[in-house]
Protein backbone atom coordinates (compact mmCIF):
# COMPACT_ATOMS: atom_id res chain seq x y z
CA UNK A 1 0.00 0.00 0.00
CA UNK A 2 1.34 3.30 -0.79
CA UNK A 3 0.55 7.18 -0.05
CA UNK A 4 2.10 9.97 -2.30
CA UNK A 5 4.55 6.86 -3.82
CA UNK A 6 5.55 5.91 -0.65
CA UNK A 7 4.97 2.67 1.11
CA UNK A 8 3.11 2.89 3.95
CA UNK A 9 4.19 -0.25 5.71
CA UNK A 10 6.83 -3.26 5.41
CA UNK A 11 10.81 -3.19 5.18
CA UNK A 12 12.24 -1.06 2.95
CA UNK A 13 15.39 1.41 2.71
CA UNK A 14 13.18 4.66 3.35
CA UNK A 15 16.29 7.11 1.51
CA UNK A 16 15.65 4.74 -1.60
CA UNK A 17 12.15 4.89 -1.01
CA UNK A 18 11.96 8.59 -0.86
CA UNK A 19 13.77 9.05 -4.55
CA UNK A 20 17.62 8.93 -3.34
CA UNK A 21 19.63 7.47 -6.05
CA UNK A 22 22.44 5.50 -4.47
CA UNK A 23 21.97 6.61 -0.88
CA UNK A 24 24.17 6.16 1.36
CA UNK A 25 23.83 3.30 4.74
CA UNK A 26 21.24 3.90 6.88
CA UNK A 27 22.19 5.74 10.24
CA UNK A 28 20.90 5.66 13.37
CA UNK A 29 21.09 4.82 17.28
CA UNK A 30 21.53 1.96 18.96
CA UNK A 31 20.79 2.87 22.82
CA UNK A 32 21.90 0.30 25.88
CA UNK A 33 19.66 1.83 28.71
CA UNK A 34 22.14 -1.07 30.83
CA UNK A 35 24.69 1.39 31.31
CA UNK A 36 23.33 4.45 31.34
CA UNK A 37 24.01 6.73 33.92
CA UNK A 38 21.52 9.54 34.14
CA UNK A 39 24.42 12.42 33.37
CA UNK A 40 22.47 14.35 31.07
CA UNK A 41 25.50 14.92 29.10
CA UNK A 42 23.38 14.07 25.99
CA UNK A 43 20.69 16.75 27.06
CA UNK A 44 23.35 19.41 26.95
CA UNK A 45 25.23 18.73 24.30
CA UNK A 46 21.99 18.74 21.91
CA UNK A 47 20.97 21.75 23.19
CA UNK A 48 24.36 23.54 22.85
CA UNK A 49 24.79 22.41 19.05
CA UNK A 50 21.44 22.69 17.87
CA UNK A 51 20.87 26.06 20.29
CA UNK A 52 17.61 24.77 21.52
CA UNK A 53 16.23 26.70 24.24
CA UNK A 54 16.15 25.99 27.86
CA UNK A 55 13.18 23.99 29.11
CA UNK A 56 13.83 25.01 33.19
CA UNK A 57 14.73 23.24 35.82
CA UNK A 58 11.11 22.20 37.37
CA UNK A 59 11.23 19.66 40.35
CA UNK A 60 8.37 17.40 38.39
CA UNK A 61 8.70 14.78 41.90
CA UNK A 62 10.13 11.80 39.22
CA UNK A 63 13.27 10.79 40.75
CA UNK A 64 16.33 13.45 39.33
CA UNK A 65 13.89 13.94 35.77
CA UNK A 66 13.35 17.20 35.42
CA UNK A 67 12.05 17.99 31.79
CA UNK A 68 9.56 15.38 31.98
CA UNK A 69 9.27 14.25 28.05
CA UNK A 70 10.22 14.88 24.50
CA UNK A 71 9.35 18.44 23.63
CA UNK A 72 10.29 21.44 21.57
CA UNK A 73 12.47 22.37 23.63
CA UNK A 74 13.81 18.59 24.90
CA UNK A 75 14.88 16.65 22.14
CA UNK A 76 16.78 14.07 24.37
CA UNK A 77 15.25 13.53 27.34
CA UNK A 78 16.89 11.49 29.84
CA UNK A 79 14.54 9.32 32.17
CA UNK A 80 15.11 8.33 36.01
CA UNK A 81 12.82 5.41 36.60
CA UNK A 82 12.84 4.64 39.81
CA UNK A 83 11.69 0.64 40.83
CA UNK A 84 11.36 -1.68 43.90
CA UNK A 85 11.72 -5.72 44.07
CA UNK A 86 12.48 -8.14 46.32
CA UNK A 87 15.31 -8.12 47.67
CA UNK A 88 16.91 -11.62 46.71
CA UNK A 89 16.73 -10.52 43.12
CA UNK A 90 19.76 -9.73 41.47
CA UNK A 91 20.98 -6.63 40.32
CA UNK A 92 20.71 -5.98 36.82
CA UNK A 93 21.46 -2.82 34.48
CA UNK A 94 24.75 -0.78 34.89
CA UNK A 95 24.03 1.26 38.02
CA UNK A 96 22.18 -1.26 39.80
CA UNK A 97 21.42 -0.24 43.56
CA UNK A 98 24.13 3.20 44.32
CA UNK A 99 25.54 3.16 47.91
CA UNK A 100 23.64 4.27 50.45
CA UNK A 101 20.33 3.23 48.53
CA UNK A 102 18.12 0.07 50.15
CA UNK A 103 19.32 -3.34 48.21
CA UNK A 104 15.62 -3.67 47.01
CA UNK A 105 15.44 0.01 44.82
CA UNK A 106 16.89 0.01 41.33
CA UNK A 107 17.15 2.91 38.91
CA UNK A 108 16.17 2.10 35.40
CA UNK A 109 17.82 5.01 33.02
CA UNK A 110 16.64 5.94 29.34
CA UNK A 111 17.82 8.60 26.81
CA UNK A 112 15.02 9.21 24.68
CA UNK A 113 14.76 10.99 21.16
CA UNK A 114 12.94 10.91 18.25
CA UNK A 115 12.77 7.38 16.18
CA UNK A 116 12.87 8.43 12.83
CA UNK A 117 11.00 5.88 12.08
CA UNK A 118 11.10 3.57 8.72
CA UNK A 119 7.81 4.52 7.86
CA UNK A 120 6.92 7.99 9.35
CA UNK A 121 3.30 9.33 9.32
CA UNK A 122 4.26 13.24 10.24
CA UNK A 123 6.02 13.02 6.96
CA UNK A 124 2.60 11.50 5.38
CA UNK A 125 0.44 14.28 6.48
CA UNK A 126 2.91 17.21 6.80
CA UNK A 127 1.12 20.00 3.44
CA UNK A 128 3.83 21.46 3.39
CA UNK A 129 6.88 19.14 2.94
CA UNK A 130 8.40 20.85 6.09
CA UNK A 131 9.15 17.52 7.22
CA UNK A 132 11.32 15.59 4.75
CA UNK A 133 13.54 12.09 4.73
CA UNK A 134 17.46 12.79 4.76
CA UNK A 135 19.86 10.55 2.09
CA UNK A 136 20.61 8.92 5.88
CA UNK A 137 17.19 7.74 6.03
CA UNK A 138 16.11 10.56 9.16
CA UNK A 139 13.87 12.61 9.06
CA UNK A 140 14.34 16.09 9.65
CA UNK A 141 12.11 19.62 10.57
CA UNK A 142 12.29 22.41 8.33
CA UNK A 143 11.44 25.09 10.53
CA UNK A 144 11.49 28.15 7.86
CA UNK A 145 8.79 25.92 5.93
CA UNK A 146 6.60 24.72 8.66
CA UNK A 147 3.47 26.70 9.23
CA UNK A 148 2.56 25.78 12.32
CA UNK A 149 -0.83 23.00 11.54
CA UNK A 150 0.26 20.57 13.82
CA UNK A 151 -0.84 17.83 11.73
CA UNK A 152 2.17 15.98 12.54
CA UNK A 153 2.11 16.31 16.51
CA UNK A 154 -1.40 13.52 16.56
CA UNK A 155 0.35 11.81 13.48
CA UNK A 156 3.46 10.76 15.72
CA UNK A 157 2.69 7.40 17.32
CA UNK A 158 5.52 7.83 20.29
CA UNK A 159 4.45 11.66 20.79
CA UNK A 160 7.76 13.38 19.56
CA UNK A 161 7.11 16.59 17.96
CA UNK A 162 5.36 19.30 19.97
CA UNK A 163 4.92 22.72 18.67
CA UNK A 164 7.15 25.52 20.40
CA UNK A 165 4.71 27.94 22.41
CA UNK A 166 6.76 31.14 21.82
CA UNK A 167 6.02 30.52 17.81
CA UNK A 168 3.93 27.45 17.28
CA UNK A 169 6.20 25.47 14.97
CA UNK A 170 6.84 21.86 14.98
CA UNK A 171 10.28 21.09 16.28
CA UNK A 172 12.49 17.85 17.09
CA UNK A 173 15.72 15.79 17.05
CA UNK A 174 17.32 16.27 13.74
CA UNK A 175 20.17 13.40 14.55
CA UNK A 176 22.09 16.29 14.26
CA UNK A 177 21.70 16.52 10.44
CA UNK A 178 24.29 19.53 9.42
CA UNK A 179 26.68 17.11 11.02
CA UNK A 180 26.18 13.61 9.13
CA UNK A 181 26.16 15.83 5.70
CA UNK A 182 29.90 16.74 7.05
CA UNK A 183 31.08 13.00 8.32
CA UNK A 184 30.57 14.15 11.97
CA UNK A 185 28.78 12.02 14.26
CA UNK A 186 25.27 13.55 16.13
CA UNK A 187 26.16 15.41 19.62
CA UNK A 188 24.20 13.42 21.93
CA UNK A 189 26.45 9.99 21.08
CA UNK A 190 29.79 12.09 21.04
CA UNK A 191 28.86 13.62 24.37
CA UNK A 192 27.89 10.18 26.40
CA UNK A 193 30.84 8.83 28.19
CA UNK A 194 29.44 5.57 28.52
CA UNK A 195 28.85 4.61 25.14
CA UNK A 196 24.94 4.03 25.76
CA UNK A 197 24.42 6.16 22.94
CA UNK A 198 25.87 4.32 20.00
CA UNK A 199 25.88 5.57 16.50
CA UNK A 200 26.37 4.11 12.83
CA UNK A 201 25.17 2.43 10.41
CA UNK A 202 21.52 0.92 11.21
CA UNK A 203 22.65 -2.94 10.38
CA UNK A 204 25.81 -2.82 12.37
CA UNK A 205 24.08 -1.19 15.16
CA UNK A 206 21.27 -4.13 15.00
CA UNK A 207 23.67 -6.57 14.77
CA UNK A 208 25.59 -5.05 18.13
CA UNK A 209 22.62 -5.02 20.02
CA UNK A 210 21.77 -8.26 19.44
CA UNK A 211 24.90 -9.52 20.41
CA UNK A 212 24.30 -7.39 23.56
CA UNK A 213 21.23 -8.86 24.58
CA UNK A 214 22.54 -12.22 24.64
CA UNK A 215 25.55 -10.58 26.93
CA UNK A 216 23.00 -9.39 29.42
CA UNK A 217 20.84 -12.52 29.58
CA UNK A 218 23.27 -15.19 29.92
CA UNK A 219 24.22 -13.10 32.62
CA UNK A 220 20.98 -13.41 34.47
CA UNK A 221 19.48 -9.99 33.02
CA UNK A 222 15.97 -12.40 31.70
CA UNK A 223 14.13 -8.96 31.31
CA UNK A 224 16.74 -7.41 28.76
CA UNK A 225 15.17 -7.02 25.19
CA UNK A 226 15.54 -4.90 22.53
CA UNK A 227 12.79 -1.94 21.30
CA UNK A 228 12.20 -0.88 17.78
CA UNK A 229 14.64 -2.91 15.92
CA UNK A 230 12.06 -5.44 14.21
CA UNK A 231 11.83 -4.10 10.66
CA UNK A 232 8.95 -6.01 10.38
CA UNK A 233 7.04 -3.96 13.51
CA UNK A 234 4.31 -1.68 12.88
CA UNK A 235 6.58 1.32 12.01
CA UNK A 236 9.20 -0.80 9.68
CA UNK A 237 11.68 -0.37 12.34
CA UNK A 238 12.98 2.81 14.21
CA UNK A 239 16.29 4.52 13.02
CA UNK A 240 16.50 4.88 16.99
CA UNK A 241 16.26 1.78 19.24
CA UNK A 242 17.03 0.60 22.51
CA UNK A 243 17.88 -2.41 25.13
CA UNK A 244 15.67 -2.31 27.49
CA UNK A 245 15.43 -3.99 31.43
CA UNK A 246 12.08 -4.06 31.49
CA UNK A 247 8.51 -2.97 29.69
CA UNK A 248 8.20 -0.81 27.40
CA UNK A 249 5.17 1.17 29.51
CA UNK A 250 7.70 0.72 32.34
CA UNK A 251 9.78 3.79 30.02
CA UNK A 252 6.96 5.38 28.64
CA UNK A 253 7.31 3.74 25.64
CA UNK A 254 4.24 2.37 23.28
CA UNK A 255 4.08 -1.43 23.89
CA UNK A 256 3.39 -2.18 20.04
CA UNK A 257 3.60 0.88 17.99
CA UNK A 258 2.00 1.81 14.44
CA UNK A 259 2.25 4.27 11.48
CA UNK A 260 -0.93 5.81 11.89
CA UNK A 261 -1.27 6.83 8.49
CA UNK A 262 -1.07 2.87 8.05
CA UNK A 263 -5.00 2.49 6.62
CA UNK A 264 -5.70 5.64 5.18
CA UNK A 265 -5.94 4.47 1.82
CA UNK A 266 -8.85 1.62 2.85
CA UNK A 267 -10.60 4.51 4.95
CA UNK A 268 -10.44 6.67 2.00
CA UNK A 269 -12.19 4.15 0.07
CA UNK A 270 -14.79 2.79 2.66
CA UNK A 271 -15.73 6.52 2.72
CA UNK A 272 -15.60 6.76 -1.11
CA UNK A 273 -18.30 3.56 -1.29
CA UNK A 274 -20.28 5.18 1.53
CA UNK A 275 -21.18 8.53 0.40
CA UNK A 276 -22.41 6.77 -3.16
CA UNK A 277 -24.23 4.34 -1.22
CA UNK A 278 -25.90 7.45 0.19
CA UNK A 279 -25.48 9.71 -3.15
CA UNK A 280 -27.74 6.29 -4.38
CA UNK A 281 -30.23 6.21 -2.12
CA UNK A 282 -30.97 10.07 -1.72
CA UNK A 283 -31.58 9.36 -5.75
CA UNK A 284 -33.49 6.62 -5.42
CA UNK A 285 -35.86 8.23 -2.28
CA UNK A 286 -36.11 11.64 -4.50
CA UNK A 287 -36.92 9.06 -7.75
CA UNK A 288 -39.41 7.23 -5.61
CA UNK A 289 -41.21 10.45 -3.88
CA UNK A 290 -42.03 11.57 -7.36
CA UNK A 291 -44.26 8.70 -8.27
Not at 41 to 63: F, H
Not at 148 to 167: H, T
Request: aromatic share 8%; charged share 20%; hydrophobic share 35%.
Amino acid sequence: MTLGGNRLFGPLDPAADAGYEAPPPRVGFFTDTSICIGCKACEVACKEWNGVPGDGLDLLGMSYDNTGALGADTWRHVAFIEQSRPVEQPATGGAGAPAGLPADLRWLMMSDICKHCTHAACLDVCPTGSLFRTEFGTVVVQEDICNGCGYCIPACPYGVIDQRKADGRAWKCTMCYDRLKVGLEPACSKACPTDSIQFGTLDDLRERAGRRVEHLQRAGATSARLYGDDPNDGVGGDGAFFLLLDEPEVYGLPPDPVVTTRDLPAMWRRAAGAALTMAVAAVAAFAGSGR
